[in-house]
């Protein structure tokens, strides 16, 4: 006779004494389960006993294999005649036929998470504290090694090994820092936003950068290296044609004549005075990405510090630049504070924000010879070439000069404004605090005229970032960098350095359509 187990289910003493085939009993009053293997069966005697232990018992063939659950305390507690305890909480989770599986019951009030730690708790938290310093010195490690990447191939790539680049620089000042009388004769409709006066002298400049060896015994070998600049106005030496043309033989042909206020601009700096490879972490506000870089340098209002990449800002310098094909544009930007928002910080007040003072457009040729072909040229023995009709005779013949100025000189603006135009906020922040330029050449730039340096206001948020973006197709393929830094008084470490790269005659087609967005990370 097989039967169903059941919690519900009785049989008589009866029934199961004279059954004999009888290999399994339940007792659901004491949640207990026996199973036996066929032989002999048990006697009356045994089935009372069990009886009166455990209650109405239920039969079913189940397994030739004999299990125990629960029992055993009971049998254990008849036999020494203690005084029973009481039997331990039914777990309704647990499932008699997986015995080896833990059915964890939640609301068991005696329960207790087992971590597995014991009463040793001192020596886990030393564990614990050796693994976390084990994955920072592990980051260490990567940001060391991408440091050391990045010091590198700003050398390599930017500054080729230390090779000269010959550039024409466009001085653009703004009218910000030239009285209220000039700013008050601004367009009304656009009283915020400065007016951009063009310098009447182009600047002939010739920049280079190398590496030094501060410390040859450095456990890190770039630890003990640093990169500096060098950039100076042209003179007659870095001309080689033009010294041998009739203007060698005038007065005062040996020497080109530089105002005061053109040495001064150049000899401001965009960069750390020796640039290390822990510069071009993100703080820094220094990095490449392809064929694109940026760089920065900034002045905090207070000194006394020892933290030089937290604001507020005195005066804030940066760069950005593209280059292919022996060619480089770049602009720099410099940034300064009022006089008068000057002072007006020294009384406690929120830190007043950088205006725009100064925008330069930087156009050079990596080959060793001016962008401008004219510049590498001479004068006929005869004449100057346009009184007496002759052509001025070349000493340079590029295969690529077309190409270059068309690519530096050539009509203004980028095809259709900005590739991807990036995230600026609102369009009243966007409309108080940015510009958008056009530049011979085919590049666009749009860049923030005016930098607040508060926090995040009374709401608490991280105040929203900047960005600067340079559009330029030197060739064949069209670039855009996004220089995006952070904001309040952190806006000298970059949040993202991001190039966009499209071939130039499928930009149209390819042109992002979100509206605007932040690279994926």
């Known amino acids: 006779m097989i039967m169903r187990l059941a919690a519900s289910a009785t049989l008589s003493l009866a029934a199961t004494a004279f059954n004999p085939r009888a290999v399994a009993s339940f007792a659901p009053g004491a949640g207990a389960v026996r199973i036996a293997h066929n032989g002999p069966q048990p006697t009356a005697f045994a089935l009372s006993d069990a009886r009166r232990r455990h209650g109405p018992i239920v039969q079913s063939i189940l397994s030739p294999v004999t299990r125990r ?29 997986y015995p080896d599986l833990e059915f964890v019951n939640y ?35 990567r940001r060391r090694r991408n440091d050391e990447f990045q010091f590198e191939t700003y050398h390599a790539n930017v500054l080729r090994g230390g090779e000269r680049s010959l550039g024409e620089w466009t001085v653009f000042q703004t009218d910000t820092f030239m009285g209220d009388e000039v700013v008050g004769g601004r367009n009304p409709e656009a009283a915020g936003v400065p007016r951009l006066l063009k310098w009447d002298k182009v600047l002939k400049v010739v920049s280079r950068g190398s590496k030094i060896v501060t410390d040859p015994n450095a456990e890190w070998r ?21 010294m041998m043309s009739e203007e060698s033989d005038e007065e005062g042909a040996d020497e080109l004549k530089w105002e005061t206020e053109d040495i001064g601009h150049v000899e401001n700096t965009f960069w750390p005075n020796e640039m290390s490879s822990v510069d071009f972490r993100g703080p820094g506000g220094n990095m490449c990405v392809g064929k694109a870089y940026t760089i920065c340098d900034a002045m905090p209002l207070k000194q006394d510090g020892d933290e030089l990449h937290e604001g507020p800002f005195r005066d804030m310098r940066t760069e950005l630049g593209v280059q292919e094909n022996d060619m480089r544009f ?56 346009e009184e007496d009709g002759n052509e001025r005779e070349s000493e340079v013949r590029r295969i690529n000069q077309k190409d270059i100025t068309t690519a530096l000189f050539g009509p203004p603006g980028a095809p259709g404004g900005l590739y991807d135009p990036p995230p600026v906020g609102s369009e009243e922040r966007a409309v108080d605090n940015y510009m958008l330029l056009d530049f011979e050449g085919g590049a666009t730039l749009l860049l923030p005229h005016r930098l607040e340096q508060d926090g995040g206001g009374e709401t608490g948020e991280e105040p929203f970032g900047w960005v600067t973006s340079l559009d330029w197709t030197p060739g064949r393929i069209r670039y855009q960098v996004d220089r995006k830094v952070l904001g309040g008084t952190k806006m000298k470490g970059l949040r993202t350095l991001e190039l966009s790269e499209v071939q130039g005659e499928d930009a149209d087609r390819w042109r992002p359509k979100d509206g605007g967005e932040n690279m994926r990370q």
């Open 222 to 242: 770039v630890d003990g290296e640093r990169i500096v600049h060098e950039e100076q106005l042209a003179t007659m030496d870095d001309f080689p044609t033009l």
């Open 69 to 97: 659950y629960a029992a055993a305390d009971s049998d254990a507690e008849d036999e020494t005649g203690d005084d029973p305890k009481p039997p331990a909480p039914e777990n309704p989770y647990a499932d008699p036929n």
């Open 107 to 141: 609301d068991d009030p005696g329960y207790s998470v087992d971590q597995g730690v014991g009463d040793d708790t001192d020596n886990i938290y030393d564990e614990e504290d050796r693994t976390l310093a084990e994955i920072e010195a592990m980051r260490e490690d």
């Open 330 to 385: 770049r602009v720099k930007l410099e940034y300064s504070m009022l006089d008068e928002e000057n002072i007006a910080t020294l009384d406690g007040r929120s830190p007043p924000p950088l205006h725009l003072r100064t925008l330069t457009v930087c156009r050079e040729t990596l080959d060793g010879y001016w962008p401008n072909p004219s510049d590498n040229e001479k004068l006929s023995e005869e004449g100057n070439g």
